[in-house]
């Protein structure tokens, strides 16, 4: 089945720096990409949804990139403040069933 | 609407106990999940059902667990019997279906003792 690989697991950033988290896949038919944002003690929330078809999706303060050919997830935090400490996970529908695969998580802190 | 909703938010139990966590997906959802979050294994799905029917029983969790979803607003884990080992933050999450996003409820901690 599908693996998910994310890196890196830890992140330590100063306010005002860029941060960037990655994951890359195995399946090559992967058509629905995943951010989810949990911070401390909270649930999972959804960031962003992002399709196959579009390699830039643009959100409030992030970047989510797709690049299908090395399959390769990124979410790029520009900016960051400390209200994005939290962890942030991606995940990756495979082409069959209902499945979304996650990876194992980053936690990024953003330092004053 | 009301999100995933689950209870308790958090429970403690005695090793040997059988507990039962409870989760009401979304309103009109048809897919269900149960995950299990640890800090060492991240994220594992437990049971996933899609209109009621169960469509995946985590191989490695069938032997204490069980997952019922007796009608299509309302879905229980038990787990029997619990072990230390057992004590970790469980999540339902439903979508729609159709690899649609899932929406995580808050969790239930879980402390076996």
Known sequence: GEQVEQRPPHLSVREGDSAVITCTYTDPNSYYFFWYK????????????????????????????LNKKDKRLSLNLTAAHPGDSAAYFCAVSGNSNNRIFFGDGTQLVVKP | ???????????????????????????????????????????????YFRSKSLMEDGGAFKD??????????????????????????????????????????????LLVL
């Open chain 1, 38 to 65: 949990q911070e401390p003690g909270a649930s999972l929330q959804l960031l962003m949804k992002v399709f196959s078809s579009t390699e830039i999706n643009e959100g409030q303060g992030f970047t989510v990139l």
């Open chain 2, 64 to 109: 204490r667990f069980k997952a019922e979803m007796l009608n299509s607003s309302f879905s229980t884990l038990k787990i029997q019997p619990t072990e230390p080992k057992d004590s970790a933050v469980y999540l339902c999450a439903s979508s729609f279906g159709d690899r649609d996003t899932q929406y995580f409820g808050p969790g239930t901690r």
């Open chain 2, 1 to 47: 609407d009301a999100g995933v909703t689950q209870t308790p938010r958090h429970e403690v139990a005695e090793k040997g106990q059988t507990i039962i966590l409870k989760c009401e997906p979304v309103s009109g959802h048809n897919d269900l999940f149960w995950y299990r979050q640890t800090k060492i294994q991240g994220l594992e799905l437990l049971s």
